[in-house]
């Protein structure tokens, strides 16, 4: 069975759909927005249900990253809203497949998830660059070998790389193993430091432009370790 990822704070509404697609898809569900995106990395779901007015990550937000970032950027996105349709054609534009209104016509949801998933013709999008706040670890060492961690937050991604803030000078960083931070950590690959933006009125630390060198899940660490 194909696997669905269903994103909704709304843990009734979250019920009603996977009564009504269980007997279909495997369904994987979470009410956090921010940890759509390692579930999306780690488990390759077929398709990604979401809503639009979430806490903190907005649905927006999470649609634009999951079609604009290379290692989900060909999974289909259905927007579940109980908003009307004035949003709809903006979320196509940040790479929805589909918009459905709460309650949801689920015999056209099917019929539009068994299109997408059956469809072999899959559009490549370019490399956009996201304005997001992410939150990442970053890992490494110095060059001269003492070992740095540091949490920093993304001002902008795309599938080539990440610009963030950090409060600790990253001068001397030549590389870095990233990670997503949600519920738990998750290992996204491994970035170079390749630009050093100097401080301006409007930003009081230095912002560091990092270029990603390798995406994997964990899944697949751990069955290559």
Not at 34 to 55: H, T
Request: proline share 4%; glycine share 6%.
């Amino acid at each position: 069975m194909l696997r669905i990822l269903i994103v909704d704070d709304d843990d009734a509404y979250r019920s009603v759909i996977k009564e009504h697609l269980s007997n279909q898809y495997e369904i994987i569900d979470t009410p956090f927005p921010e940890d759509a995106l390692v579930i999306a990395v780690e488990q390759g779901p077929a398709a990604v249900l979401m809503d639009l007015s979430m806490p903190g990550l907005s649905g927006f937000e999470l649609c634009q990253t999951l079609s604009s970032l290379s290692f989900t950027q060909r999974i289909p996105i259905f927007i579940i809203t109980g908003q009307d349709e004035r949003n709809k054609i903006f979320c196509q534009n940040l790479g929805a497949a589909g918009y459905f209104t709460k309650p949801v016509d689920f015999a056209r949801l099917k019929a539009e998830l068994a299109s997408a998933l059956g469809s072999t013709k899959i559009q490549r999008r370019r490399d956009l660059r996201v304005q997001i706040r992410l939150p990442l670890m970053l890992r490494g060492k110095k060059k001269d070998g003492t070992d740095f961690e540091s949490r920093v937050t993304t001002e902008n991604m795309s599938s080539s790389g990440f610009l963030c803030a950090c409060p600790s000078p990253l001068d001397e960083i030549t590389s870095v193993e990233v990670c997503l931070c949600g519920e738990r950590a998750h290992r996204l690959g491994d970035a170079r430091l390749v630009r050093i933006a100097v401080p301006d009125a409007l930003h009081l630390d230095r912002r560091y432009g990092f270029q990603f060198t390798g995406f994997w899940s964990s899944s697949l660490v751990s069955a290559s370790a």
